[in-house]
Every structure is written in C-alpha cells, then in structure tokens.
C-alpha cells in the first residue's frame, strides 16, 4: 500500500514537471506577453505544488485533552484537541479530525470531531469537539488525521499522528436501598458490617481475664466464686457474605443486566456487606468477596469491558465449582437476561446447599413469554426467590430488594 502510494506521488510529480515544460515552451516559442504571463501565472502554483509534495506532514504534533477521567454511560465527552508545528509552511487549507474509537458515535447535536483550518503560517490549530450518550465499555483513542492539498487538485496529502489515550465508561446505576437479613450466629449467616463482632447481648459462657477484656465484661458472680477476675463469652456474629453471578449469554437485554448489576453492587457495598462477584461466560471471573469503595471499583471496571460471551458450559462450569466448595455459605445472586430450563435445573439441584435468588432482567416494555413465567414459577414454588425485573421500573424494583 505504501509502495503505491509513493509511486503516485511520483507520478504525479513528473506530471506537475511536465505541464510547467509544456507552458514554458509553448511561452519561448509562441513569444508575446499572453504567453509569458501565462507561464508565470501558472508557475507559483506548480512550485507551491512541488514543495507541498516534498513537506513532511509529520512535523506536526498533536495532544488531547479530555474534560475528565472517569464517566458513566450517558454522560457527554468534551475534548479539545491541539495541533502544533515548528515550521509555519504555508498551508491553503488543513483539515484535522479525531478517529473517534468504534464505540463512540456522534449525533446531530454534538460539536463535530472534524474541522476546516485556514492555517497561513500559523504554527497552531485548536478544535473542540463533544460526544452525547457515551456508551458503556472501554474506549481506546489513538490517531488524529490531518489532511490538506494544493490549489490544482494533484497533490492531496494526508497523516495520522499517534496520540493515544483510553478512558473508561462505567455502566450508570439507579439509586436504590439495601436491607440486611436478620443476624444467624455461629454456623448461620449474618449480615453485619464486620466480619465478625460481638454481640454483648448474648453470653454463651465464662473464661478467665485476659489483659484487654472490658471490665463491663467481668462476670461478677463467678469472679466471687473462684476467687479471680472471671470474663464473660459471647456470640459471635459473622457476615452474611454476597455473592452476585452474572451470566454473559448475548440478548436483547444485555446492556439493561449491566446497570441493574451495576446498581445493585452499588446498594449492597454501600450498606457495607462485603461483596463476590462472578462473570458467567466460557470461564469463570472471580472476584473474591471484600467490603468496600475499592471492590466496588473493581467490580464496575469489570462491568465496563464485559461482553456478550455465549456458553454452553457456563453453568456447569459454576456447578463444579460449587461441588468442589461444598456450597457457599453466602448469599448468591443470579442475574440472567435469557432464562432456560439448564439454568432452572442447576439451581434446583444445589437449592439446599446454599441461599440463592435469582433475578430476570427484559427491556423496557418486554414481557416475559409463557414458558419463562413458568420457570420463574417453578423456581419460587421450590424456595429459590426469583424475581423479574423490567429495564422501565428498574427505580420501584430496586427499592424492594431484599437479602432473604
């Protein structure tokens, strides 16, 4: 392609050079002023021409400046975009344009990415340029392209200045509350904010002092009885872990399964539980239940670079790791957008071993068909909650949930 290229300019070079022999012949022969001042009028041209050949686009340099770090899918990108030079050539016109990534597009409404410079000898050109409703995910800028050419037409020239840059779109959330079941000690599951704490309400037996025990603490009567400082045992209550699996199978509903994950890991953090998370796709992505601002982050930057990843083994894939944990002693989350009997099957078998709740999420507006009515029913008639979940009252939804 470049070995093409080049010898179009050549041959468009020796075509320059032919017509300005052509002109200055036709000037010695044919004699007069008509003829001279044609050659003359024409010879800036073919020499701007020339010159605009051989000048080095790439002298140029180019930086980006984005209006922020981080975003959320519908919020509006402001960029400005800087072209610098340190040789003022004159240029006719210079038309710059950011290669917008393939999963930002504009609209009508939006500041074009593209702009008409009349440049001179100015060294520098500034645009600006907006993009409305980013869409989720994870978007890599890398080129500007600038284009210009001479007033006859024969030479266009265009370069691509490498000027990367990558942010993330997170998937919007809508705000919603977040409700602990009732605390289980010892062997139950709880759902406190520490992983384990003591609840002074409830002795479960005595112990001798240790340096550090609170003296509200000491068993007074014991203390009396075996004459030395004797402390009082009690519950612990542990956390009541979540875990929320969220299957990657590609529908219709994909991106609204993103915010209503995006919104409920957003709750359940926040009410200070710690929280796991699991892609469902040809593998399984794991992370580790934690509490937390950071886990939260981590979880959203998952959600932001997932993808529709379809799988006939990926709930087998969670049904071994299940077999081989002996269950979970959390709670677990399934969020589905397609729901089929597999699935209904698998959650049925390990419905004793752990606590598990599903949620199915449609678009706006889409109801769910006969057969996926049956299912939700069958699924609730053996204990295991599942709910469905409309993209339109996904705010009235997530006001309800509940940790059972």
């Known amino acids: 392609m470049e070995m093409l290229r080049n010898l179009k300019l050549i041959w468009k070079l020796i075509l320059l050079l032919l017509l300005t022999a052509l002109a200055f012949c036709y000037a010695m022969f044919q004699g007069g002023f008509v003829s001279w001042f044609l050659f003359f009028s024409f010879l800036p041209f073919a020499v701007y021409s020339i010159l605009l050949a051989i000048y080095p686009l790439q002298t140029f340099e180019a930086s980006r400046e984005i209006s922020q770090d981080q975003f959320s899918a519908g919020d509006v990108l402001k960029a400005r975009v800087t072209l610098q030079r340190s040789f003022p050539f004159p240029f006719i016109y210079l038309i710059a344009e950011e290669c917008l990534p393939p999963g930002l597009k504009q609209t009508q409404d939006d500041i074009p990415a593209r702009k008409w410079f009349y440049l001179g000898l100015s060294r520098k050109a500034v645009f600006s340029y907006t993009v409305q409703s980013m869409k989720r995910g994870e978007h890599e800028f890398s080129q500007i392209r600038i284009k210009t050419g001479d007033l006859l037409g024969l030479f266009e020239k265009e370069a691509r200045i490498e000027t990367k840059e990558t942010i993330i779109v997170y998937p919007s959330t809508f705000s919603m509350s977040y409700k602990h079941s009732r605390p289980q000690y010892e062997q139950g599951a709880s759902a406190v904010t520490q992983r384990y704490m003591k609840d002074t309400s409830m002795a479960s037996g005595i112990r001798d002092y240790q340096p550090g025990d ?29 875990v929320i699996i969220m299957d990657q199978q590609d529908s219709e509903a994909f991106e609204a399964m993103i915010t209503f994950t995006a919104s409920l890991s957003k709750a ?31 979880i959203f930057s998952k959600l932001a670079r997932v993808k529709p990843e379809p799988s006939q083994s990926a709930f087998s894939l969670w049904e071994e790791r299940m077999a081989s944990r002996g269950g979970y002693s959390s709670s677990n989350l399934f969020i589905v957008s397609v729901l089929s009997l ?33 299912l939700l029913d069958r699924l609730n008639k053996r204990g295991i909650v599942s709910e469905f979940v409309s993209e339109g009252s996904f705010t009235r939804t997530l006001k309800e949930v509940k940790i059972l």
Not at 344 to 357: H, I, P, T
């Open 342 to 374: 597999e699935l209904v099957r698998k959650l049925e078998y390990r419905a004793g071993y752990s606590e598990l709740k599903l949620y199915f999420v449609r678009k706006d507006r889409d109801r769910p068909t006969q057969e996926e009515e049956v």
């Open 214 to 242: 609170r003296m509200a603490w000491i068993d007074w009567k014991a203390t009396a009885k075996r004459d030395s400082f004797m402390t009082k045992e009690f519950e612990q209550t542990r956390t009541h872990d979540a």
């Open 268 to 298: 359940i953090i926040k009410e200070g539980s710690p929280l796991g998370f699991i892609l469902l796709g040809s593998t399984l992505d794991t992370t580790a239940a934690l509490p937390g601002g950071r886990q939260l982050q981590t």
